[in-house]
């Protein structure tokens, strides 16, 4: 907020009587006037605040772009790996971009004031033509013109934000009022709804939850009239509005969007991303319900060791893995009165390269078998064999009682969640 404070005490002043302040979509169609270009005004984070084209002749990246409301994933990571984005937040100065391929020549500058980076405009020239040597001077004074409306929208959009964040957090954790929701984001209150968890292995942090979110906001097409997506513990709720009067139709909506949700994301970020299906519910009210199956379902994803095609499930689909994950929860932690054999063992030394309790972990993953277990480490099977009687004497480890593996089972399984869990 004193940020905010400082930047509209040092930002310039409107004098353009034709651009009501805050509108600007009114100032992208002003700018694109005067450079006869296709213009595009974004927030930091490369999405598309307000457009507008002298004319329909605009390349595929500027109209993807429009279309989804933000700068493709893979371009935003070409600049900044060429330090593109580096250069034109540490200057005020019109960056050019010349033609490269199809993609015609682009100019940018940043909109900054008291320090806070508030957006930047980008002008791309129409297909055949070329931007003229006016257009760095008509966007070096946009750039100062446009520093008031992005500070009242700004402003304007983190209160709307959070009146929005606040009814849907209320709706999802229960009890809320889906009326008051459906006012704030346009979800229809009367129809029928779903929410997915949307996760992905290891510690979520806060740069993994906005690379969730952006991938999420970019994936087309969605089920439904609107959605909206909310940071979670374990990743995104993707809340899912307006979807198919049958129930059955419905729910084979938020079937095929999980199924190529996960898929799709899971290719762009490069790593496993899990989607836990919540069931259909009739009235946004009831939301909370679908929230906490999705997030149990998702949970038993990520606790289960073989990756579903697809990698999305309701609660009933993963049932199994949901509750031998609320078991190691609960087990997890307590004290023992005795050290057993699997706390022996992970105390133990890696001996050859591996650490004894990757031998074990194999041997009991492919069903007590040593063959297969040393075929899953690319071990001989004779050396493998050797290895695990050489853990049996060491370390009293007896791998021919039932109730001892049990417990050897429980206790790695509780070791990978707690590392699972960061």
Known sequence: MIATVRAALESPATDDGNVLLGDLGGLARQIARAVEGAVTIEDPDSRV?????????????????VLTGAVP??????????????????????LHRLPEGDVPERMAVAVQAGGMRLGSIWVAAITGKALGHEAVDVLRAAAEAAAPHLLYHRTHHEARHALLLGA???VLDGPGSGALLAGYSGLPADARCAVLAVGAPGPVGDGRRAQLER???MHQPRPGSDYLVLPAERGVLVLLGGLAKS???????VTDYGGRLSDALSTRLGVRVPVGLGPVQARLDDAARSRRAAELAL???????????????TVEQVAD???LRQFIETVDGLPLPARTSVSRLAEAPPQNGRHPLELLSAYLRHGEQKGPAADSLGMPRATFNRQLAKLRETFGLETGDADAMLLARIQLLAREYRADRG
């Open 49 to 65: 605040l307000a457009h507008h084209a002298e004319s329909i002749d605009v390349d595929r990246i500027r109209l993807w772009t």
């Open 73 to 94: 994933e893979e371009r935003r990571k070409a600049m900044n790996r060429e330090g593109f984005f580096r250069q034109l937040w540490s200057s005020n100065q019109v």
């Open 168 to 170: 849907a957090r209320a």
């Open 215 to 217: 991938a999420v906001r």
């Open 247 to 253: 129930p059955a139709d419905a729910r084979a909506q």
């Open 299 to 313: 949970g038993g994803l990520l606790f289960r060791r073989e990756r579903p095609t697809p990698d999305c499930a």
């Open 321 to 323: 893995a949901v509750a």
